[in-house]
Nanobody, 123 residues
């Protein structure tokens, strides 16, 4: 599975962005998908995950109520809608695919990673 993330950019605090991650391969619908982020000098951290069916989602406390993860299996794409952005959301955002389908919060569960897309929120 190859993942291509896009949609990052520069936005003012309080604004919105939608990230997209498109996967190659016919087995996309079998994978749980996740978004992680890494700010300068910090470890990569979990943001959100969604099971293969889209029926279950999970969010880090820091983004709950502001971010929404969704997927379109027909388009092999997972999305991260980010609203009410804050300066602390500034990071490189990575999408990842988890073959076991648990929608884990752990990085080690995800076998495939996209290249990352930069999100910068100005205050």
């Amino acid at each position: 599975v190859q993942l291509q993330a896009s949609g990052g950019g520069l936005v003012q605090a309080g604004g919105s962005l939608r990230l997209s991650c498109t996967a190659s391969g016919r087995t996309f619908s079998r994978y749980s998908m996740g978004w992680f982020r890494q700010a300068p000098g910090k470890e990569r951290e979990f943001v959100a995950a969604i099971k293969w069916s889209g029926g279950m989602t999970d969010y880090a406390d820091s983004v709950k109520g502001r971010f929404t993860i969704s997927r379109d299996n027909a388009k092999n794409t997972v999305y991260l809608q980010m609203n009410s952005l804050k300066s602390e959301d500034t990071a490189v955002y990575y999408c990842a695919a988890e073959p076991l389908g648990y929608a884990s919060r752990s990085r080690v569960a995800f076998d495939y990673w996209g290249q990352g897309t930069q999100v910068t929120v100005s205050s």
